[in-house]
């Protein structure tokens, strides 16, 4: 199985990420969307609190965890949700990629994704022996039927946001072949020039959410990557069904992680907050980028500027590697991004600003 894996692609960045470390100012790495910021006080009080967990926890969460996720839903996306339904992941990253095989796929299915996207949806298919297609929308596939079809909005790399019209077409699409879409909605609180929509919103799925689920992670709204803490929720017999295989298998978020997330999930000042730090960011970064000679693309949301000089993307790594900035080459995510780079909100102010200056010099 491991033969059939695709080469780890963040490896091919280390010359440059070594060019970038030689420059006198030193490295502004923006290639990786690793939250830089503080974790919450709140978040970080809770977990010292529940430190004291002797007892394995609950696979399912706590039903704290739950009801505080599904007043969050309520609250900032318009999803109801029933706890019921909502099953706590040790981080979505390990979602993406085991959630193929825990559904069921396997040699002879195909599972859909965006032509540009996240790597793990590839890696996800290939771990069960499943046929990976990327595709630029729908009608490409034909008479084919995916067994899953994975959707990111907002878009990690672009940054894109699909519309509720849109999110309406999918989900038709799929229940008329008995599809499984899995949306993974990851920045959906980081909406800056277009509002995120979940497809679990009432006006995309009528209510019914049946044959669908969502991903969500607390790693960039409330900087808890180091956590591991997200979730699945969506179709009740779906999240049932991942929810036994998880139980036997093992797949456990720890207490102390389920009480920061309940904390976490039941707070928005430190989201405002959060956004506010990246919106100041994203604009001066933008700015710059598009003074050096940067066209923008897309990134309406999420924590990505989508950048193209109209050249192809490793001779752009290599130039903004000589300024000691390091971003990602488009291609990471797929052939269509060849000629854009994804530049990362994710750093600090100070190294934010270094990087200004030196587009701007």
Request: charged letters at 20%.
């Given at each position: ?7 780890f ?24 969307g690793?939250?830089?910021d503080p ?6 009080r809770?977990?010292v609190?529940a ?11 706590t ?10 839903l ?14 706590p992941v ?12 825990l ?5 002879g299915?195909?599972?859909?994704f965006?032509e540009l996207a996240?790597?793990?949806?590839d890696?996800g ?7 990976s297609?990327?595709v630029?929308?729908?009608l ?5 039927t995916p067994?899953?079809v ?20 999918v ?9 499984i879409v899995i ?5 959906i609180e980081?909406g ?10 009432p006006?995309?799925?009528d209510?019914d ?7 969500h992670?607390?790693s ?8 591991r ?5 969506g ?8 929810l036994?295989?998880?139980k036997?298998?093992?797949m456990i978020?720890?207490?102390?992680v ?22 100041r960011?994203?604009a001066?970064?933008?700015t ?5 000679g ?7 949301a ?10 192809p ?6 130039a903004?590697?000589e ?7 488009g291609?990471f995510y797929g052939e269509a991004?060849?000629r854009?780079v ?6 600090t ?7 200004v200056?030196?587009?701007t010099?």
């Amino acid at each position: 199985m491991i033969k059939t894996l695709p080469d780890f692609p963040w490896d091919l960045l280390a010359p440059y990420k070594e060019q970038a470390r030689q420059h006198a100012g030193g490295i502004v790495d923006l290639s990786v969307g690793t939250p830089v910021d503080p974790t919450p006080e709140i978040v970080r009080r809770a977990l010292v609190d529940a430190a004291d967990a002797p007892g394995y926890p609950a696979t399912y969460g706590t039903p704290e965890l739950r009801d505080a996720v599904a007043g969050w839903l309520t609250r900032r996306l318009g999803v109801e949700a029933d706890p019921a339904a909502i099953l706590p992941v040790i981080g979505t990253k390990e979602a993406v990629a085991w959630l193929p095989t825990l559904l069921g796929a396997g040699p002879g299915d195909t599972v859909a994704f965006p032509e540009l996207a996240y790597p793990t949806y590839d890696v996800g298919a290939r771990l069960a022996g499943a046929t990976s297609r990327a595709v630029d929308g729908l009608l490409s596939l034909g008479p084919e039927t995916p067994k899953i079809v994975w959707i990111n909005s907002p878009s990690n790399p672009t940054g894109k946001v699909l519309p509720a019209e849109h999110l309406r077409k999918v989900v038709a699409w799929a229940r008329t072949r008995g599809a499984i879409v899995i949306s993974d909605e990851c920045y959906i609180e980081l909406g800056w020039d277009a509002e995120p929509v979940s497809v679990l919103r009432p006006d995309v799925c009528d209510g019914d959410h049946g044959g669908l689920l969502a991903l969500h992670s607390l790693s960039k709204r409330s900087n808890l990557a180091g956590y591991r803490a997200g979730l699945i929720t969506g179709d009740p017999s779906l999240v049932a069904a991942l929810l036994e295989v998880r139980k036997h298998a093992g797949m456990i978020v720890p207490a102390p992680v389920q009480a920061a997330m309940t904390a976490a999930y039941g707070d928005d000042a430190h989201v405002e907050e959060q956004r506010a730090r990246y919106a100041r960011r994203r604009a001066v970064l933008r700015t710059a980028l598009e003074s050096y000679g940067f066209r923008i693309d897309h990134s309406e949301a999420g924590l990505y500027l989508w950048a193209t000089r109209d050249e192809p993307c490793w001779d752009t790594v290599k130039a903004m590697a000589e300024l000691g900035v390091l971003v990602a080459p488009g291609e990471f995510y797929g052939e269509a991004g060849a000629r854009h780079v994804r530049v990362a909100m994710t750093a600090t102010d100070e190294r934010v600003d270094a990087a200004v200056a030196r587009l701007t010099a």
